[in-house]
């Protein structure tokens, strides 16, 4: 395997990663120079220089995982390579102190007045009346986004005195309490209350141009605002116009719209106070070796067949989330093989239902599991990152139910799958503590262990049907390893079902051989993944 490191990233990335591929440092790379590049890579790391475009990711033919050195994820084309299959990942934590201090460094420097202070005294002049700046102690901080970079500049905030008002829709007025500042539910309430307004947010469609003329005209005359997150969250131009009119005191602003056309930015003309950083948020030597160290071991991981810790497009399998569920992940997977394979016609709903200890959990991970299963016994290139994008894709209906009813077993995961041909249902569970078992196949309640090689032989219950299925295998050269024989619940049914573990392929000739037996009726060659 091979991975290719781009962007100027720490070496101590490679080292980790060489353990299990071969490296490549290579320098920044255009579109076009990068799409004749990837095809040999298994794995490509970034920063924020390099655009990994949908071509790219085409071109890219190998790849297993994108790493971007950093938090934001908005130079790489997420959607494609989610398309693709391809898992990609980024470092949320590494850079938090760095951009937090950052964010914290610029607000005083925009109080204080710093950078026109600096470059006077270095012009030989002494203007100290010109440079009167203003405390932070007692000022109101508006902070937009309060995850881990938001949260710890409003730690450093409140030490310094200050009051913190907080607008985040996606945490709890509890959890912004706790933390010692206020929660505002809605921005129209925000805007007017801030001396100070920071934004710690990804660039989406809901923040774009967040702050605007419109919104700005909402605020304080004086207020200032910091932008160390992602350019394009202030319209530039706007912001140019509020400073050049007086009704914003100052700015600071670390990113920008388009940094690879810096000239163009029409802050580098406003006249007013503005401190312009080159995108510095997360420039320490601390905080490159964090982010590089943190994805070049994901990296590792997934190229050792592991799982990501921070993979921005399969949160479903956050450890957080994953682990209560490791064990069931390969069962639900095999339930949706087994399933699939057993059914005929074209998919058009599944349904995953969870009992026992199961139903008080977030089983997402499990259905993402049992949607491989189910693609991937009919499409190559399944895997989980790609699983429930095909799904949505082929307009297949997936819903989840948890339910109380008493069950036999800790926990028990129900697939079941609707098509224009019928439908069926195929139940997992993990008896004494760590044995996976499939316990039911519609009506039939057993207990097997999924393995690679199966057969579900339905017949009419009546005697030497055993002996006459085994012999037809065993005339093949093909060994059983283990066979469940099963009734329906009621006791006067004439159905049976036999489900066997057989050491090698039940190729479709000797299937047909099963199914002329007199009694045998629609068997089923099964291959999972276990």
């Given at each position: ?10 070496e ?44 790219i ?12 050195a ?36 610029l ?15 270095k ?16 000022k109101?901080?508006?902070?937009i ?54 934004v710690?947010?990804?660039?989406n ?17 004086g ?44 802050l580098l003309n406003?006249?007013?106070?503005l ?53 069931y ?14 059914s005929?016609g074209?998919?058009?709903s ?46 297949i209906?997936v819903?989840?139910?948890k ?8 926990g ?30 519609n ?32 005339e ?32 479709s ?22």
């Amino acid at each position: 395997m091979k991975v290719l490191i781009t962007d100027k990233i720490n070496e101590t990335s490679g080292k980790i990663i060489e353990k299990v591929a071969q490296v490549d440092f290579l320098p920044t790379m255009n579109e076009d120079d990068l799409i004749k590049t990837i095809p040999e890579y298994d794995a490509l790391m970034v920063r924020s220089q390099t655009k990994v475009t949908s071509k790219i990711i085409e071109a890219g033919k190998n790849l297993k995982i994108i790493g971007r050195a950093g938090v934001g994820v908005d130079n790489i084309d997420v959607e494609s390579a989610t398309k693709h299959g391809v898992i990609v990942v980024n470092s949320p934590d590494g850079n938090t102190v760095a951009a937090s201090e950052h964010t914290i460094a610029l607000m005083f420097a925009m109080a204080r007045n710093i950078v026109p202070a600096a470059l006077s005294v270095k012009e030989g002049k002494w203007e100290r009346s010109k440079f009167t700046g203003c405390e932070l102690f007692n000022k109101t901080l508006g902070i937009i986004g309060f995850g881990k970079i938001g949260s710890h500049v409003a730690n450093v905030a409140l030490a310094l005195g200050m009051k913190i008002f907080v607008y985040d829709p996606y945490t709890t007025k509890e959890t912004v309490e706790k933390s010692g500042g206020i929660y505002v539910n809605n921005l129209d309430d925000f805007w007017g209350r801030c001396d100070f307004i920071t934004v710690h947010v990804p660039k989406n469609k809901e923040t774009t141009n967040l702050i605007n003329k419109d919104t700005i005209k909402k605020m304080k005359k004086g207020v200032r605002l910091i932008n160390c997150a992602r350019g394009g969250i202030i319209n530039e131009k706007d912001l140019k116009d509020a400073i050049e009119s007086g009704h914003v005191a100052s700015a600071a602003i670390d990113v920008y719209e388009n940094e690879a056309n810096i000239s163009a930015c029409p802050l580098l003309n406003c006249q007013g106070n503005l401190v312009l950083t080159p995108h510095l948020g997360a420039s320490t030597d601390e905080a490159q070796i964090n982010v590089a160290v943190d994805v070049a071991n994901q990296i590792k991981e997934v190229l050792s067949g592991g799982l990501a810790s921070s993979a921005v497009n399969i949160p479903s399998l956050r450890p957080d989330k994953l682990e209560p569920l490791r064990d069931y992940m390969q069962i639900a997977e095999n339930s949706g093989e087994l399933v699939m394979q057993i059914s005929s016609g074209t998919i058009l709903s599944v349904e995953i239902i969870a009992k026992g200890y199961l139903a008080d959990l977030d089983i997402q991970p499990l259905e993402v599991a049992v949607l491989k299963g189910i693609l991937s016994s009919m499409l190559e290139g399944v895997n989980y990152v790609n699983a429930p994008f095909l799904a949505k894709k082929r307009g297949i209906t997936v819903t989840s139910a948890k339910s109380g009813d008493e069950c036999n077993f800790a926990g028990l995961l129900t697939v079941k799958l609707t098509t224009d041909k019928g439908i069926n249902t195929v139940s997992g569970a993990i008896v004494a503590n760590d044995i996976p078992r499939i316990v039911k196949i519609n009506e039939y309640e057993t207990s097997i262990r999924p393995q690679k090689h199966m057969l579900i032989v339905p017949h009419i219950n009546k005697p030497s049907m055993i002996a006459r299925v085994a012999q037809v295998i065993g005339e093949n050269n093909i060994n059983i390893s283990s066979m469940n024989v099963v009734q329906k619940n009621d006791t006067h049914e004439t159905e049976s079902i036999m489900v066997i573990n057989t050491e090698a392929e039940v190729n479709s000739s000797l299937l047909e051989k099963i199914e002329n037996l007199d009694g045998v009726h629609y068997p089923r060659y099964v291959n999972l993944s276990a």
